[in-house]
């Protein structure tokens, strides 16, 4: 297995606004597995990967939560000994500590978002407090007073 890092900066500066076509930007390898990271902020990161059939990532675990999209092709993941079939449109949750594993059982893209627990943010990020005004139908997140 080669897993490929197509550049080491991420693809969208966190100031700036950038829209990004996620099929042109997936990118495969014969044989391997291609990651590259869109979005990183202090609090969370933004990877996209591209696996070739039959490419896996062993299980293990992260202190972050994972939210995994799947965007094409199919894959099998294993989330606390029990197997997944994903395909594009699913959407998995992984929470911190938790074991997993991939295999792409036909090319598969997926989208990771890594958000770091509460816990382990700085304290300004903490001090946010939900609002009781609502804006279109969902509460809006302020800076504490």
């Known amino acids: 297995m080669h897993v490929g890092v197509m550049s080491p900066e991420p693809m969208i500066e966190p100031s700036e606004e950038k829209v990004l076509s996620l099929a042109e930007e ?73 074991p997993h594993a991939v295999k792409a059982t036909r090319q598969f893209s997926m989208l990771l978002t890594l958000v770091k627990p509460a816990e382990d943010l700085p304290l300004n990020f903490l001090k946010l407090a939900l609002s009781s005004e609502k804006h279109r139908g969902r509460h809006s997140l302020r800076p504490a007073d």
């Open 26 to 98: 997936t990118q495969f390898a014969p044989h391997g597995i291609v990651s590259r990271t869109l979005l990183n902020l202090p609090n969370a990161r933004v990877i996209l990967f591209g696996f070739a059939a039959g490419q896996e990532l062993t299980e293990h675990t992260s202190t972050q939560h994972a939210l995994i999209q799947i965007l094409s092709g199919e894959c099998e993941f294993s989330l606390a000994g029990e197997c997944h079939t994903l395909q594009a449109g699913d959407l998995l949750h992984v929470p911190p500590d938790s």
